[in-house]
């Protein structure tokens, strides 16, 4: 039967790639726009990238920082969910294509697929010093340092003991310095009770850096701070030092070989192939070079956000790649197009720096809000409430709450599980 009224027009589709920080902000706060969503990932969680390092460090299990992306849109009956891997985009046709052949037609389009590890041209050396950005990543770690101290349990020869106890984390940034000062607990608090034939606290962790200072994306007298809380805990901090090799046997830095079973590469990020797929402009690390409304130059119709792209902020540098960068420009994309839906336009993106905050050991924190700067056990509680804040659901709250209060009672990491990581990495 036909009623002689027009059939009702499809909803504005938008396909958002990546439910990390940027994307799955953006489709939070579409909600209320007259639209369809299609949200796709190559992996079935969201993760909250900030506490990988406690899940590589024994101190957090996996499922306390990851959620299903699935059950976080259940209430949103206009947003489906996919579970698959974007090769590439046909911009012409409006479409984004899957790694097994599959397309998906778009109105909008919004890539949010954030940024990997890299080794400057040398990606021979990931299987030696595997970086961490997925959870896989941190279960490999967590693997491989567990695996030490077996290993370390088990050796008669004192070279080869040494070199299982010899722990290197290369670049000294917030992820760098939070992963040296906790295996550095891990060896000095948790494990010595538990082992007979080593002391694990004679463990070596070496933290070795580039660059002139540890933290510098913070100021001079924090970074100062840092760098003596890290060697308090018995980290050796190498600064000014390039590394030249890594192998199953160690590393080579500043022309000096440090025999070495675990290798961990914390120095250099780059970008997704986002801008590969659009042939876009990039900068040297790929980020993607968008325009003032996070579009990308010739396509009105596509936002790239968050790690992926690369967008001067307020002080002419470039935005930090950090999750609240990410979410700042997943609200302004939903709002930009809310505004376009109503037929008027909205202002450049404007970036607002909330502040930096790293964690030195399970007390010790730096804080950088403007010209506040905090450093210590205050800055550790801030940094404690923030990161519990920023978790999602009361039950990963409570959860992290717990472990982190057990860490401090009793000395104990729960999650010092040897599971299989990955079979690329060698251990
Ligand atoms: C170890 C570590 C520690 C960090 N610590 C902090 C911190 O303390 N504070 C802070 O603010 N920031 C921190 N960051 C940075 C912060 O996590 C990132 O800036 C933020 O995650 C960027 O958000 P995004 O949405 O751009 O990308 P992401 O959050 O990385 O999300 C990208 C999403 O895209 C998906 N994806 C990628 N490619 C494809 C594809 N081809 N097909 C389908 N899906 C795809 C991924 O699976 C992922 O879910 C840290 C990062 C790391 C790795």
Redesign the pocket.
């Known amino acids: 039967m036909t009623t002689g009224q027009p059939a009702p027009a499809e909803p504005h589709h938008i396909v958002i790639?990546?439910?990390?920080?940027?994307?799955l902000e953006a489709a939070f706060d579409l909600a209320g726009a007259p639209v369809r969503i299609t949200l796709?990932?190559?992996?079935n969680h969201?993760?909250f990238?900030?506490l990988?390092?406690q899940v590589a460090t024994a101190s957090l299990a996996t499922s306390e920082i990851a959620w299903p992306i699935r059950y976080l849109l259940r209430g949103r009956p206009e947003v489906t969910t996919l579970f698959?891997?974007?090769?590439g985009v046909d911009a012409p046709a409006r479409r984004v294509l899957l790694d097994d052949g599959g397309t998906l037609s778009y109105d909008t389009l919004v890539l949010?697929?954030?940024?990997r590890h890299a080794y400057f041209g040398h990606d021979e050396w990931e299987p030696f010093a595997p970086g961490?950005?997925t959870l896989e990543d941190a279960t490999t770690l967590r693997r491989r340092i567990l695996v030490a101290f077996e290993r370390a349990e088990r050796e008669t020869d004192p070279e080869r003991r040494a070199a299982w106890l010899t722990f290197v984390i290369v670049g000294a940034g917030?992820?760098g310095v939070e992963l040296a000062g906790t295996i550095a607990e891990l060896a000095q608090d948790t494990l010595p009770p538990d082992f007979r034939n080593i002391d694990t606290q004679k463990a070596r962790i070496v933290l070795i850096e580039a660059g002139p200072r540890v933290l510098t994306g913070f100021a001079d007298d924090l970074s100062a701070y840092a760098q003596r809380a890290l060697e308090s805990l018995g980290v050796e901090v190498m600064l000014g030092q390039a590394v030249t090799e890594c192998s199953a046997d160690g590393v080579v830095y500043g022309g000096q070989n440090l025999r070495a079973r675990t290798l961990i590469w914390a120095a250099g990020v780059r970008a997704?192939p986002a801008a590969e797929w659009l042939g876009a402009p990039a900068d040297r690390a790929g980020r993607l070079q968008v325009l003032p409304d996070l579009t990308v130059p010739g396509h009105p119709e596509i936002f790239a956000?968050?790690?992926?792209v690369v967008i001067a902020g307020p002080d002419g540098k470039p935005v930090p790649?950090?999750?609240?960068?990410?979410k700042q420009q997943?609200r302004y994309v939903a709002q930009s197009i809310k505004a376009r839906l109503r037929g008027g336009s909205f202002g450049p993106f404007r970036y607002r720096h909330a502040g930096s905050?790293?964690q030195i050991g399970k007390r010790l924190a730096v804080i950088e809000f403007g010209s506040i700067k905090l450093r210590g056990t205050v800055a550790w509680w801030i940094w404690g409430i923030a990161h519990i804040y920023f978790l999602i659901g009361l039950r990963n709250r409570l959860s992290v709450a717990l472990s982190w209060l057990w860490i401090h009672a009793r000395n104990q990491r729960a999650a010092r599980l040897i599971t299989q990581g990955s079979s690329k990495v060698v251990n």
């Open positions: 790639v990546g439910a990390g920080f940027g994307g796709v990932d190559r992996r969201h993760l990238q900030p990988l390092y698959a891997t974007v090769s949010a697929t954030g940024a961490l950005k917030p992820t997704s956000i968050g790690d992926t790649g950090i999750a609240p960068a990410a997943g905050l790293a």
